[in-house]
């Protein structure tokens, strides 16, 4: 009766074994991952955005550690990829540890045939089928080579989304791609050919655009979308975390709008106006569009300025990073 018990402690140290292989190797992928996106965050300089030596048309200059960061992250990276191939070698060559069926249980059941005959055979046989089903991996080699492969291929398939990811949302504003905001409840805004009050408004704004300028509109479910999108940008630049979830826990629309404005301009540079108004000079006399400075309108003597338009050609502006921090912490 003592043979089972041996096998037993036998085969769980081997399950053990084979867990932390594949949890190793897990852990290998997820800080390949990481170092990809910090990578891509320290070359885009997101830490401390240079906004008043910001240039108009040009890329703001790379901190000074970047180079240092970006072989950090290289050299990790690379040892990482060394270890996978180490672990995907194992894999293949080495049945004696990873095979369900010579994992201790086959000792065991030899033992238990010495003594027990058919009985101890059935045993040994339903601990082979338990064994199995606790560790839930392919049977063959070929088939936990595939499986190993193909966690190999998640991964780099995230990192090439993590990096598309971070490179589109720390695209910087140029003179040929400058960018008007605005939002409401409507489901489009059709400037070319709409009939409606708001497109025929924003038809008759467009004549005092600059030249080139885009105008981005914004409904209800693309704000939802763009909301969730910045939060994650604004957690990993180290502003605030849990943006996205004070927007959703606002009630009212209008103040949903009033933090995604915030948010939007941070993230990607431009002006904001809203929807409803109706330009009557040229947007080039109501703000700079050759400055980097965040630009408000003044409403009431003597500090008190409107929200409904404003201009940060410059994404990353600390001020409005700390509106957002504050209207986060608000609600």
């Known amino acids: 009766s003592s043979h089972p018990v041996a096998s037993s402690h036998s085969g769980s140290g081997n399950l ?6 594949l949890g190793f190797i897990n852990a290998v992928l997820s800080v390949c991952s990481m170092s990809a996106r910090y990578l891509e965050l320290s070359e885009s300089g997101v830490e401390s955005p240079p906004v008043r030596t910001f240039l108009l048309g040009h890329a703001p200059p790379k901190q000074a550690t970047a180079p240092r960061f970006k072989f950090v992250a290289l050299s990790v990276a ?10 995907v070698v194992i894999f293949e060559n080495h049945d004696s540890w990873l095979s369900p069926s010579a994992m201790g249980l086959s000792a065991s059941s030899n033992a238990t045939n010495g003594t027990n005959g058919t009985n101890g055979t059935n045993s040994s046989n339903e601990s082979d089928e338990d064994a199995h089903e606790e560790c839930n991996l392919p049977a063959t080699r070929a088939q936990r080579l595939r499986h190993a492969l193909s966690g190999v ?19 910087l504003p140029t003179r040929d791609s400058l960018v008007l ?3 409401s409840k409507a ?8 009939t409606d009050p708001l497109s025929q408004l924003w038809r008759d704004n467009r004549a005092f655009l600059p030249t080139g300028m885009r105008v981005e509109y914004y409904n209800d479910s693309r704000i939802k979308s763009s909301a969730r999108e910045i939060s994650d940008l604004l957690q990993l630049s180290g502003v605030t975390g849990g943006a996205y979830q004070a927007f959703a826990n606002l009630r009212p629309g209008a103040f949903r709008a009033d933090l995604w404005r915030y948010m939007a301009v941070w993230a990607y540079g431009g002006v904001y106006f809203d929807a409803k108004m109706r330009l009557a000079q040229p947007l080039e006399e109501i703000f700079d569009l050759t400055s980097a400075e965040l630009q408000v309108l003044k409403d009431r003597p003597p500090k008190a300025y409107w929200q409904a338009a404003f201009a940060s050609l410059a994404p990353r502006h600390p001020v409005l990073a700390k509106a957002i921090r504050q209207g986060v912490a608000d609600v």
């Open 153 to 171: 291929a998640r991964a780099a398939q995230h990192m090439r989304g993590a990096r598309a990811y971070v490179r589109r949302a720390m695209a």
């Open 181 to 183: 905001y605005t939002t």
């Open 78 to 87: 690379g040892f990482c990829a060394a270890v996978i191939v180490v672990a």
């Open 187 to 194: 489901p489009s805004l059709d400037m070319s050919n709409g």
């Open 16 to 21: 053990g074994s084979r867990h932390w292989l």
